[in-house]
């Protein structure tokens, strides 16, 4: 590594602030052992799994024995229109409701199986289903954001290998979906132009930090990517929302969607546990929102097949991310990644 590169600031245009470049370990390449850990044998179907066909939840509720994606209301939520209505105003104790509505969407029937793994055109179901949700969800007028979201793998908390996502439909913005907004709009009256736009044509000029691309989009791990493999696909039109896709913009998010979670599970031959957002402007229609230029951020958490980035002192009581691998690094191992699931070949 180039040390004038290293011990390095780097600014976070959409969330405006420093991630620290800190690559004092230069990592040796992988050997390509398989990690047997993230490849337990599953059904295809398990009885005692509360996301398979016709098996019946805690709540009581029965799934259908349904064929292509299946949405529901979490049994648990995080919020709900059914919140008590109570608004406390003591300096030191504010509450207000926490409205909203969590939904589960499961991929598809089969237990065994991840995003990664299914036909691309099993992934073109699931992004019917999000734009569907993302629809309906966003005409109720007490909706005012739609996070679609997907928590993937034992090492971040998901207990359940059935693959499945989950959508927050809030009564509020979410605090980071907030801060790209106000930086889009802000971005927009400084330059005149779309940050997005801008972006992607700069990382498109730089090209080292490109992971792939096809006609509608791009992939690449951001300069001031605050971890290791941290992704982004990004619309080269501005498109605020997913429902704004065209027919032929669908297949290709599908497209480089597929492949890119292909080249995560390849990196080390192992199911990639990752978090996957995909932020769209907030749905209340106004002039504003509109500056929003949807996007899908990808966050693995891993740095290496046996080292997770735990967000350690600094940056948890500090707030700024300390990121131990250069962006350009990551993205050439990315780039070289074969679109081809190891457990196809
Ligand atoms: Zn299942």
Not at 5 to 29: D, F, G, Y
Not at 155 to 170: K, L
Request: proline letters at 7%.
């Amino acid at each position: 590594m180039n040390n004038t590169e290293n011990w390095e600031k780097r600014w976070h245009p959409l969330l405006q602030e420093w991630v620290i470049l800190a690559a004092t370990t230069s990592e040796r390449p992988w050997s390509g052992e398989t990690l047997a850990s993230g490849d337990a044998t599953e059904p295809e179907w398990d009885p005692g799994c509360y996301l398979c066909p016709g098996v019946t939840r805690a709540s009581g509720n029965k799934n259908p024995h349904y064929k292509k994606p299946f949405a529901f209301t979490n049994d648990f939520a995080s919020f709900s229109f059914e919140a008590p209505d109570v608004n406390r105003n003591d300096p030191f104790e504010i509450t207000r409701p926490a409205h909203g509505i969590c939904r589960v969407i499961c991929f598809t029937p089969r237990h065994n199986v991840t995003l990664a793994e299914m036909s691309l055109e099993g992934l073109l179901d699931v992004i019917t289903i999000w734009k569907e949700e993302f629809l309906e969800l966003g005409n109720n007028p007490s909706i005012h954001n739609v996070l679609i979201f997907e928590n993937k793998g034992k090492v971040i908390g998901v207990s359940n290998p059935h693959p499945h996502g989950q959508i927050y439909a809030t009564g509020f913005i979410p605090k980071i979906v907030q801060r790209e907004l106000d930086s889009f709009i802000e971005y927009k009256a400084n330059h005149g132009r779309g940050l997005m736009e801008d972006l992607v044509e700069h990382e498109l000029r730089k090209s080292a930090r490109i992971v792939c691309s096809n006609e509608h989009f791009v992939a690449f791990i951001p300069f001031f990517a605050r971890f290791v493999y941290e992704t982004y696909i990004v619309p080269r039109r501005h498109i605020a929302r997913i429902t704004d896709f065209s027919t032929e913009e669908t297949i290709a998010y599908a497209e480089i969607h597929h492949q890119l979670i292909v080249k995560f599970d390849n990196l080390y031959n192992m199911s990639f546990p990752n978090i996957t957002m995909l932020h769209n402007a907030p749905t209340e229609e106004n002039e504003r929102n509109e500056n929003f230029h949807f996007h899908t951020e990808f966050y693995p958490p891993m740095r290496s097949p046996d080292k997770l980035k735990y967000l350690a002192g600094f940056e948890s009581g500090g707030g700024n991310i300390i990121n131990p691998v250069k962006p350009e690094e990551a993205a050439d191992r990315l780039r070289q990644a074969s679109t081809i699931h190891y457990k196809y070949r």
